[in-house]
């Protein structure tokens, strides 16, 4: 019943709902980096006597439309977390599938259900979560550190 780390990694990570995650992460960090752009040219514009409506509304935009993808990368986290938690819970069955022996010991038993009705899906919500929040926080750095530097 155990799993390898290779294939449990590639359960997590190459799915269509972790993908799709992981771009709505990216577009919103791109828009939230991109505020700090639009806010630098605006206030250069500002500075210079120059035109600012176009990079002013720019920079509202970039601050407002974050929020679409990122609440829709909180959607596709949970559908992630679902797909994750029901393709480990067919492979624990398919485990004991056949294998009554295995599973009428007592012990096995009671880790099988331990796993599979209260420990698997909090685990691998907070993996998935933990994922998702790291990527965001990782690319708001250095996307912020690349417009800066740019």
Do not use: C
């Amino acid at each position: 019943m155990i799993l390898s780390s290779t294939r449990a990694s590639t359960w997590i990570f190459f799915d269509s709902a972790a993908i799709l995650t992981l771009v709505l992460v990216v577009i919103h960090q791109s828009l939230i980096a991109s505020s700090v752009y639009f806010l630098t040219e605006t206030i250069n514009g500002y500075q210079q006597g120059g035109e600012i409506g176009v990079y002013l509304i720019l920079y509202f935009l970039s601050m407002i439309l974050p929020f679409i993808p990122g609440a829709l990368s909180f959607v596709a986290a949970q559908r992630w977390i679902n797909t994750v938690h029901r393709k480990f819970t067919l492979a624990m069955a398919s485990a004991v599938y056949g294998n009554l022996n295995e599973y009428r010991s007592t012990e096995n038993k009671t880790a099988f259900e331990s796993a599979i009705s209260r420990n698997s899906f909090d685990v691998i919500s907070s993996y998935v979560l933990l994922s998702h929040d790291f990527l965001s926080l990782a690319l708001n750095s250095i996307l912020s550190l690349a417009v800066i530097g740019f």
